[in-house]
T-cell receptor, first 116, second 114 residues
Framework: AQKVTQAQTEISVVEKEDVTLDCVYETRDTTYYLFWYKQPPSGELVFLIRRNSFDEQNEISGRYSWNFQKSTSSFNFTITASQVVDSAVYFCALSELTGANSKLTFGKGITLSVRP | ETGVTQTPRHLVMGMTNKKSLKCEQHLGHNAMYWYKQSAKKPLELMFVYSLEERVENNSVPSRFSPECPNSSHLFLHLHTLQPEDSALYLC?????????????FGPGTRLTVT
């Protein structure tokens, strides 16, 4: 069975600090996909990134960067120079094939508060 | 409208009521999902529809009844709910149900069962 662990539950930082959100996953599949979603106070989850299991290249998008390490089954997310608008709940998720369709398993989420 | 919309945004219902949640996606996607989000718990997948056929039903109590009349619309019919069913119900869609595709979420319906 697949599992996603986000050990940090709440993180509070001051604006402009860098912050890393950790994600560790478990799966028996060799082919799988990892995702990060952001849930601001408005409620809807916003897709941030998708990574497949064969692509271990790190990715940077503006102030966001992701570090995928298969050896440690981790897919960590770093926000550089955090801003108040980054305050949200962040979910890591794992998708693997179940029959003909995928099943997306979410971690419990990390509540990030960025103080001015 | 664009993206995924859900109505109503807030719903308060008694345990004997019958109500329905509505989801509409304007993205041309073929797969739609219902999730339940309770406080302090991970998102729980309830139902998956692919091309209007239910392909996943995660042991959800029968008091929740989904309906997908076409690929753009998804309903969740509610009857004789329990207080523990109070939660945020999120609808999502994706291009299809394969694991490659990211899901796009609506803003959710905040349900309170009294």
């Amino acid at each position: 069975a697949q599992k996603v662990t986000q050990a940090q539950t709440e993180i509070s930082v001051v604006e402009k600090e860098d912050v890393t959100l950790d994600c560790v996953y478990e799966t028996r599949d060799t082919t799988y996909y990892l995702f990060w979603y952001k849930q601001p106070p408005s409620g809807e989850l916003v897709f941030l990134i998708r990574r497949n299991s064969f692509d271990e290249q790190n990715e940077i998008s503006g102030r966001y960067s992701w570090n995928f390490q298969k050896s440690t089954s981790s897919f960590n997310f770093t926000i550089t120079a955090s801003q108040v608008v980054d305050s949200a709940v962040y979910f890591c998720a794992l998708s693997e094939l179940t029959g003909a369709n995928s099943k997306l398993t979410f971690g419990k989420g990390i509540t990030l508060s960025v103080r001015p | 409208e664009t993206g995924v919309t859900q109505t109503p945004r807030h719903l308060v219902m008694g345990m004997t009521n019958k109500k329905s949640l509505k989801c509409e996606q304007h993205l041309g996607h073929n797969a739609m999902y219902w999730y339940k989000q309770s406080a302090k718990k991970p998102l729980e997948l309830m139902f998956v529809y692919s091309l209007e056929e239910r392909v996943e039903n995660n042991s959800v109590p029968s008091r929740f009844s989904p309906e997908c009349p076409n690929s753009s619309h998804l309903f969740l019919h509610l009857h004789t709910l329990q207080p523990e069913d109070s939660a945020l119900y999120l609808c999502a869609s994706s291009q299809d149900a394969a694991p490659t595709y990211e899901q796009y979420f609506g803003p959710g319906t905040r349900l309170t069962v009294t």
